[in-house]
């Protein structure tokens, strides 16, 4: 099984445990203190595998990160990570013989995290001195395996970018609409010319739209939702793309491949299978 399948198929499993253990960490009891780089960890649950991480082989790891006060969970991720035997305190550097299924806890300073770089996109609070996370092996891969695997993904998706850019293809032909192909990827149909103002980040609008599948079926009715243009989480990226193309006023037909709507996973309640174009009829209002 490869390491990214590995990967999907544990990390509901895995996002429980983490927030669980996140949820268990005390100052520092039961810590044990590492003296060579400063830092405390706390083994949660060990394997009795004999897949041990070596240096130069490629690790997943599930990582969640916590408030340290409250245990709130505030970041989670799965990243893939090159174990490596460095002479500073690093993420790489923790993975060394660590084996599959080991789950540890850390508490790091923040000064030591931050001079090294050691994850620099994570929201670190600033009123904390260590930095409290949990971190879960799921699978670990000798790098030449690793580089196949990821060549085989690459054209596994590429496979299916061709086939949705097909399935839209057909439905523009079927439905023997106009569209032009923006330089995203996203289809656009202008159904009626807007007169105001394009938008701009942090500008506060609101949007009416409907979305369906490409044989028709709804997976939303039309819905009007106000929001802050730019903030995460508002809408998907293949709408947020679409509308800096677009005036207030203006409404339009879409077409969005998979990459900017749901992607591989499809959507959380199901209306989406995984690597699904999406069809939006949306007005800027």
């Known amino acids: 099984m490869s390491l990214s399948t590995k990967t999907i198929i544990t990390?509901?499993?895995?996002?429980?445990?983490?927030?669980?253990?996140?949820?268990?960490?005390?100052?520092?009891?039961?810590?044990?203190?590492?003296?060579?780089?400063?830092?405390?960890?706390?083994?949660?649950?060990?394997?009795?595998?004999?897949?041990?991480?070596?240096?130069?082989?490629?690790?997943?790891?599930?990582?969640?990160?916590?408030?340290?006060?409250?245990?709130?969970?505030?970041?989670?991720?799965?990243?893939?990570?090159?174990a490596r035997d460095e002479q500073m305190l690093s993420l790489s550097q923790l993975l060394v013989d660590l084996h599959t299924g080991d789950s540890i806890l850390y508490m790091i300073p923040k000064k030591n995290i931050v001079e090294n770089s050691f994850i620099p996109d994570v929201f670190w609070h600033d009123s904390a001195s260590d930095v409290h996370f949990s971190l879960m092996v799921s699978a670990i891969v000798d790098s030449a395996v690793y580089a196949d695997q990821k060549k085989e993904r690459a054209l596994w998706i590429q496979a299916k970018r061709d086939y949705e850019t097909f399935l839209i293809q057909q439905y523009i032909k079927r439905t023997k609409e106009k569209f032009t192909q923006l330089r995203s990827g996203i289809y656009k149909r202008v159904i009626?010319?807007?007169?105001?103002?394009?938008?701009?980040?942090?500008?506060?609008?609101?949007?009416s739209y409907q979305g369906s599948l490409l044989?028709?079926?709804?997976?939303?009715?039309?819905?009007?939702?106000?929001?802050?243009?730019?903030?995460?989480?508002?809408?998907?990226?293949?709408?947020?793309?679409?509308?800096?193309?677009?005036?207030?006023?203006?409404?339009?037909?879409?077409?969005?491949?998979?990459?900017?709507?749901?992607?591989?996973?499809?959507?959380?309640?199901?209306?989406?299978?995984?690597?699904?174009?999406?069809?939006?009829?949306?007005?800027?209002?």
Not at 27 to 56: E, I, Q
Not at 192 to 207: H, W
Request: net charge negative; glycine share 8%.
């Open 192 to 207: 009626k010319q807007g007169r105001g103002n394009y938008l701009e980040i942090g500008d506060v609008t609101s949007i």
């Open 11 to 82: 990390s509901c499993l895995l996002s429980i445990l983490l927030w669980n253990a996140c949820s268990m960490q005390g100052k520092r009891d039961g810590y044990t203190y590492n003296k060579k780089f400063g830092y405390y960890y706390k083994l949660l649950a060990f394997s009795d595998t004999y897949v041990t991480a070596h240096p130069g082989d490629v690790v997943s790891v599930r990582l969640a990160f916590c408030d340290n006060d409250s245990d709130t969970l505030y970041d989670e991720r799965t990243i893939d990570v090159v």
């Open 215 to 285: 044989d028709g079926k709804i997976i939303n009715h039309f819905t009007n939702l106000d929001f802050t243009f730019g903030a995460e989480y508002q809408v998907i990226k293949g709408i947020e793309i679409v509308l800096r193309t677009m005036k207030k006023g203006e409404r339009s037909k879409i077409i969005v491949p998979s990459e900017f709507a749901w992607g591989e996973l499809g959507s959380s309640d199901g209306s989406v299978p995984p690597y699904t174009p999406v069809v939006f009829d949306i007005e800027l209002k």
